[in-house]
């Protein structure tokens, strides 16, 4: 097994373990916060945070378009090239920075208009923003040096650390909860965490990278000698803002166009479509940085190899979710919360068609971030611009069915139809007839085993009820059966799928040679 292939899976493995990790102290602790710190105080810290993380649009793009320029001299192992790079990076943080602390404080000046009807006093609510605000802006100050390991494949280093901080943290917020149910200390707990949480991580800088003497005070000589940088940044703004705005956007198009309980029920299947979601794509994140070096390397053959490796088991994954999803979603509403917060049958489908999008577009996008494809700007104008004109069209009539038709005709034109093409056509030099030869092919063999799926439901009358044994029932003589089907016809049919097979003798033990 090669470096490569250790680093990849390293980074999945330690992804997906405080993934769960994370999942269950988060339920466990935001009870315990509701119940001994009060909803008042829970809300708002997440008022607070969502107001952070607009204030951290002026980041959009920079910590990306860095790690790409790192991809070459980290395979070159061209020390002084990384040594300018990420003294670069660092002046550029740091003057992010000082914006970031200077609009803060600014912010800070309207929370006696914004929070006059808050029952929690003042005083709570400016120590827990400039807690908040000092934890954030600490990490443009100093830590900004992690995204060496980010494009050196070893994220796994920064989960272990940072992760392990915040499940320790969050165990002594919950002990000092239970005991003190004191606002001060437990804010006081999050701003001293994330100083610790960041002094060791640079210890372990230090530690992996020796070598490493970044330089701040060259930061503006050094933005002439790498004037792309700044463009490519520029260019991956564009397209960062446009997710961040569509993927905020939906809670308001619901309330403004259909209501605010809605808001609600529209959230509890993000969150279960979120949840599952995010178990997969942690996996294929640990892989990015690994792509980034492969092309750096610019051995075509392999690369297209690994391309279509990647993308079988990311459309095999995505069928697992789907198939798993389709007809337990609702049942499991049902069971969780109760019927009256079921939807239609109608946007279950519709979630679902968004769901298999987003699950199978990360490949084309690594690999568009690792030959830096980001000039196609006006596809982000594009895209926000077709997802609000058909909500807008449509929602008025149809409510919910329309606001998500509205991003899914948006994801067709430009993530299905443009971004490979964009690939294809910029990055790997081919025709696109070659990219369609197989993704067709794999559409094909999820139509199949989705047509297996619902012919056995309606030929055995296996249909799951709002019950934990129904759906486990279900689970296993159909949902399982299926996936099975559909993983032997991707073997059959699907391009990259027996080439990755006989490269997992064991699963999850071999990806890159």
């Not at 993934?19 to 105080?41: C, E, H, I, P």
């Not at 391309?307 to 088991?313: I, K, T």
Request: with cysteine; aromatic share 18%; hydrophobic share 50%.
């Amino acid at each position: 097994m090669g470096n490569r292939t250790r680093k990849s899976i390293l980074n999945a493995e330690v992804g997906l373990l405080f993934y769960f990790l994370s999942l269950f102290v988060a339920f466990f602790s935001r009870k315990v916060f509701l119940a001994n710190l009060g909803a008042d105080f829970i809300g708002l810290t997440g008022t607070l945070l969502s107001i952070l993380s607009f204030l951290n649009l002026s980041e959009l793009g920079i910590g990306l378009s860095v790690s790409y320029f790192l991809f070459k001299p980290l395979a070159d192992n061209d020390r002084q090239k990384i040594n300018e790079i990420i003294s670069l990076l660092g002046y550029l943080y740091k003057r992010i920075g000082q914006f970031i602390l200077s609009i803060g404080i600014l912010v800070s000046l309207f929370f006696p208009l914004m929070f006059k009807n808050n029952d929690l006093p003042l005083s709570i609510v400016y120590f827990a923003f400039f807690s908040f605000l000092g934890s954030n802006v600490i990490g443009y100050f100093i830590n900004y040096r992690q995204i060496l390991l980010n494009a050196d494949q070893k994220m796994y280093l920064v989960s272990i650390y940072s992760q392990s901080f915040n499940f320790l943290k969050s165990v002594l917020q919950i002990f000092l909860a239970i005991y003190y149910k004191n606002l001060y200390l437990w804010v006081a707990i999050e701003f001293m965490a994330a100083i610790v949480q960041c002094a060791v991580l640079n210890w372990k800088i230090n530690k992996e990278y020796p070598w490493l003497k970044s330089d701040k005070s060259k930061g503006r000589l050094l933005l002439k000698e790498y004037p792309d940088i700044i463009k490519k940044t520029k260019q991956i703004v564009i397209h960062q803002l446009k997710d961040f705005l569509l993927n905020k956007s939906d809670e308001i198009m619901i309330f403004a166009f259909v209501s605010l309980k809605m808001v609600a029920y529209y959230g509890n299947y993000v969150m279960i479509i979120t949840k599952l979601s995010t178990m997969f794509l942690t996996f294929f994140s640990g892989m990015a940085s690994g792509i980034g070096n492969l092309v750096a390397e610019g051995n075509k053959p392999h690369i297209m190899n690994i391309f279509w490796q990647l993308s079988s088991a990311k459309y095999l994954t995505a069928g697992i979710l789907v198939f798993s999803l389709s007809f337990l979603i609702n049942p499991f509403i049902c069971w969780w919360l109760g019927e009256e917060y079921q939807l239609s049958r109608l946007i279950v489908i519709l979630f679902m068609i968004n769901l298999y999008i987003m699950q199978t577009r990360p490949i084309v996008d690594m690999f568009n971030h690792s030959y830096g494809l980001y000039g196609d700007v006006w596809s982000a104008w594009v895209e926000g611009i077709i997802n609000i004109v058909v909500t807008i069209a449509v929602a008025s009539q149809w409510g919910l069915v329309g606001i998500l038709m509205g991003k899914i005709v948006s994801l067709f034109f430009i993530v299905v139809l443009w971004k490979p093409y964009y690939l294809f056509s910029q990055g790997f030099k081919e025709n696109i007839t070659k990219y369609w030869s197989g993704i067709l092919r794999y559409y094909l063999c999820f139509i199949l085993a989705f047509a297996y799926l619902l012919g056995t439901m309606y030929a055995f009358r296996l249909f799951p009820e709002p019950s934990l044994p129904s759906m486990i029932l279900f689970g296993l003589a159909e949902v399982l059966p299926t996936i099975v089907f559909y993983f032997i016809l991707l073997l059959i049919i699907g391009p990259g799928t027996m080439s990755l097979y006989k490269r997992i003798p064991v699963i999850g033990k071999k990806l890159f040679p």
